[in-house]
C-alpha cells in the first residue's frame, strides 16, 4: 500500500508499505530517517519515541497505516536550520550520549517536556522520561542535559517548541 504524511515539515509517500508495518519502520527503511531507533521493537524502551500529531508515541507500536495523513516529528525535525535544538546539544554538552541507542528517544520526550513545563523539578523529569530505557548511563547525565536544556531555553529567545 501507499502511505502519504507529513514528516518532520515535508510531504513524503512510501510505496509497498505492507499492512503489519511499524511507522518505525516505514521512518527508517522507507523515508530514510535512521533517526528514531529500534531497540525493542516491543513499546518497551522509548527508543523510537516521535511525535505523532502532536503528542508523542513509540513508532514501533503505531501501523504505518495509521499515520496516513498524520504529522509526524522524528527527533531529525527537531533541529533548525542554525544547527542543533537546545535539547540535542544539552545531551551532548552534559556528556548523556554514550552508545547512543536512547538518545533519539530521550531527546524527543525531554523535548515535549520542556514544552509542557519549561523548568520541570527532578521528579516531572524522571516521570516523563520513564519511559525511555538507557543501559549505559546511569540516567544522571540525563537529567543534566535536560536541566541544561531549561535552563538554556529560559535564557534564549527561541521558542522550544
Ligand atoms: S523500539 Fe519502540 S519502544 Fe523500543
Ligand atoms: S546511551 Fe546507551 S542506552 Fe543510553
Not at 11 to 22: H, I, K, L, N, P
Not at 66 to 94: M, R
Request: charged share 20%; glycine share 10%; with cysteine.
Amino acid at each position: 500500500m501507499r502511505v502519504t504524511l507529513m514528516v518532520n515539515g515535508e510531504r513524503r509517500e512510501a510505496d509497498g508499505v505492507w499492512e503489519g508495518e511499524s511507522l518505525l519502520h516505514l521512518l527508517r527503511e522507507h523515508l530514510g530517517l535512521p533517526g528514531s531507533k529500534n531497540a525493542c521493537e516491543q513499546g518497551e524502551c522509548g527508543s523510537c519515541t516521535v511525535y505523532l500529531d502532536g503528542v508523542t508515541c513509540c513508532a514501533c507500536l503505531v501501523a504505518a497505516g495509521q499515520a496516513q495523513d498524520a504529522e509526524v516529528v522524528t527527533v531529525e525535525g527537531l533541529a533548525g536550520d542554525d544547527g542543533l535544538h537546545e535539547v540535542q546539544q544539552a545531551f551532548l554538552d552534559a556528556g548523556a550520549v554514550q552508545c547512543g541507542f536512547c538518545t533519539p528517544g530521550l531527546v524527543v520526550a525531554a523535548h515535549d517536556l520542556l514544552s509542557r513545563s519549561p523548568d520541570p523539578a527532578d521528579d516531572e523529569v524522571r516521570e516523563a522520561l520513564a519511559g525511555n530505557l538507557c543501559r549505559c548511563t546511569g540516567y544522571v547525565t540525563i537529567l543534566d542535559a535536560v536541566r541544561l536544556a531549561a535552563r538554556r531555553t529560559a535564557t534564549s529567545s527561541r521558542d522550544p517548541a
